[in-house]
């Protein structure tokens, strides 16, 4: 039973363009999604994140949308860059409490120069 | 911030044997937790301490596995009787709890375990 699904395993984008890195969710008690990203030999690395009180949140490059409704939060990456070429993890859980995060299986963005 | 350390970065083991991983956690953070991960998956949740205190634990691990943090410092894990099914990247984190909010979890660079 996955509770977090990214259903694309990989996205090429040209550089420059806009990256946009989709999730979807099934439990209604997530109020609390983060989006990682990862290089081969090293750990996640934690990018942004969002609170179900909020639908956007913007970091420099990077924001996350959030659609409760829907269940689905998508990543944009604007504009894209070739270091932004990695795997991305969606992860959810409980913005209080002790429930673990719980991670999609991961999208790998490769940004062409 | 030295960052969450894990060691060691590889380790190769024949079936059978027991293996022990250490993480040391970013200093002030009270929370630590352990993932697995194999190709294709994202990471998943196997324990997580409250400081001294192991307060879940997941399906995944079996009576193999064990975890300690001893005195909320560092953290052991350790697989006993490992298996070819064991291998994978062992992840450890570490995160602050504020008392009311949650905060991202930091990971180190992981344990690859292969067992042969």
């Known amino acids: 039973d996955q509770q977090v699904k990214q259903n694309s395993p990989s996205l090429s984008v040209q550089e420059g363009r806009i990256s946009i890195l989709n999730c979807d969710y099934t439990n209604s008690m997530f109020d609390y999604f983060l989006w990682y990203k990862k290089y081969p030999a090293e750990g996640p690395t934690f990018l942004i994140s969002?609170?179900?009180?909020?639908d956007k949140n913007e970091d420099g490059r990077f924001t996350v949308f959030l659609n409760k409704s829907a269940k689905h939060l998508s990543l944009h990456i604007v504009p894209s860059q070739p270091g932004d070429s990695a795997v991305y993890f969606c992860a959810a859980g409980a913005l209080s409490g002790n429930t673990p995060l719980v991670f999609g299986k991961g999208t790998r963005l490769s940004v062409i120069a | 911030d030295t960052g969450v350390s894990q060691n060691p970065r590889h380790k190769i083991t024949k079936r059978g044997q027991n293996v022990t991983f250490r993480c040391d956690p970013i200093?002030?953070?009270?929370?630590l937790y352990w993932y697995r991960q194999t190709l294709g998956q994202g990471p998943e949740f196997l324990t997580y301490?409250?400081?001294?205190?192991?307060?879940?634990k997941s399906r995944l691990l079996s009576d193999r596995f064990s975890a300690e943090r001893p005195k909320g410092s560092f953290s052991t894990l350790e697989i006993q009787r490992t298996e070819q099914g064991d291998s994978a990247m062992y992840l450890c984190?570490?995160?602050?709890?504020?008392?009311?909010?949650?905060?991202?979890?930091?990971f180190g660079n992981g344990t690859r375990l292969t067992v042969t």
């Open positions: 984190a570490s995160s602050l709890d504020r008392g009311r909010w949650n905060s991202p979890l930091h």
């Open positions: 969002i609170s179900s009180i909020k």
């Open positions: 301490f409250q400081n001294e205190a192991q307060l879940e």
């Open positions: 200093s002030e953070h009270n929370r």
